[in-house]
């Protein structure tokens, strides 16, 4: 009853995106604070990233400067999570002391770009100062061609490897497939600061005899060999850094629904991947399933996948190459109605891969932007303890603000990382995702510029699992008014005092010198800090101004005077 009554939302909310005629609509929806916003960034065959290769201090420069630029456009986008290939096939783009270089670094398989370059070490550190996650996904069957260097050390070392015409694979019936797996995942772990493992390929190849019933080779013994894989490789990095995500990149079809085929190609049936049972059991914290599909093919499935997500995160694999003309001429309303329906269940979303959304094909990096219009955090994982609140620094305030419109925030804490955030109003609201300014900030101080003085602030603290404490408010400003003056004006406007903007005015009143109101007028209505008084008659009177609170203060009082021109 619950899947259908989901599969029956699904729909409304498809035919209600359908009708969808401006994002700006949708915008006024109060956007998520929490989801998954991924790009998968592929080093295979130098497809994403690098375009350079790393043979001199020049050309590393360079290959830095081509991934800074990809994450600037990631940022711009606020996507939060980057899975960032590591592993290619049995090669690696780091420093390995278990597999050998990868081609796209340098262009020479096994050859280290030198001169102290890490490429792993440089994506986190360049992840991390923009706020966001990045899991190191790892090629865990595929090694690649059959005379590459990474797939012969592993038949040197004796590891089962069948070729097809797609390239070599391990076989996952190997016993000591589990083992060497999660020692590659494990040496990331320790070395890297990264936030997730994400696990490609972690299945039966295309190509692989369907199962003989002989010799214990049937279905369950299949998805046992790659749930033991899952396993070893999920006990690993947990022993190291529990924080650490563990997710994999299923089919994005789990199993045959009652009403709706997956056409002979399934996760759990064709290639057994028991990815909603490794949710089940907790040996994966997050899914995200390849969903490239349409129609029937992808939004029942969606409804499946959340339907069994068991309390853990599902954020769903887009096909954006397929708006390439070349690789499936979808339409860009194909793409953005998936985000939309993704978005209403719950849902984040992984775009693969990273050249189709930053090259803007049919104008989905530019929906990107308005889609993802407030910063958000990913989902926190299960498993942590809570995350205590930052405090204000001794013998300083919070928030220092200066008259040149700068302000300087200083708090105290043990997190790692600190969530910031900014509004008119006060207590700021800390779920609301508008008033989110930094995400996973890892400092206990910001110098910020050019600040609207009407700006409150806040700050929380937020640990490895992602979880988020209560928030270290900014004091409510007591605000001083100085003694009330005569204000000057033309007769036809009188300038607010800067002091007023202290006041998160609500509206302001002016009164006749006995303290009768003769006019209110919204704060809104304010113009480059003036308000009009054309139409008032000659005369004294008092101008206040009220707080959203309903406190009053006296601004001043003002007098008109017009001068009438002698003929």
Known sequence: MKKAFL???????TITTQAQTNLSDYLTQRLPKRETRAVWLTTLANLDWPKTYARSEESIQQQKQELIDILDSYQKANINTVLLQARV?????????IEPWDHCITGVEGRAPGYGYDPLAFAVEECHKRGMEIHAWIATIPVGAKNSLGCRLLAQKGFRIRSYSTGSYLDPADPRVPSYLAAVCGEIVRKYDVDGINLDYIRYPDGWPRPSYRDGDTPDERRSYITAIVRAIHDEVKAVKPWVKMSCSPIGKYSDLSRYSSKNFNARDRVAQEAQEWLRTGLMDQLYPMQYFRGENYYPFIADWVENAHGREVVTGLGTYFLDPREGNWSLSDMTRQMYVSRAIGMGHAHFRSYFLTSNKRGIYDFEKQFNATLSLPPAMKGGKGAAAPTQPANASFA???EDKSVTLNWKGASPYYNIYASSTFPVDTKDARNLLFARYNGQSLQLKNVNPSLHFAVTAMNRYGEESAALQEAERQVRIPHPSLLPNDGT?????AEASQTDADHYAILTMQGQTVRNIRSKAVRQNKLHIGSLP??????????????????GAFMIRRHKNKE
């Open 538 to 555: 000659e005369g004294m009177y008092w101008l206040k101004v009220y707080t959203r609170k309903n406190k009053a203060y006296t601004l």
């Open 400 to 402: 220092q603000k200066r």
């Open 89 to 97: 096939r049995a090669a690696t783009i780091y420093p390995s002391d």
């Open 493 to 497: 406007d009188i300038a607010v005092p």
């Open 7 to 13: 599969l029956t939302l699904i729909c409304v909310i």
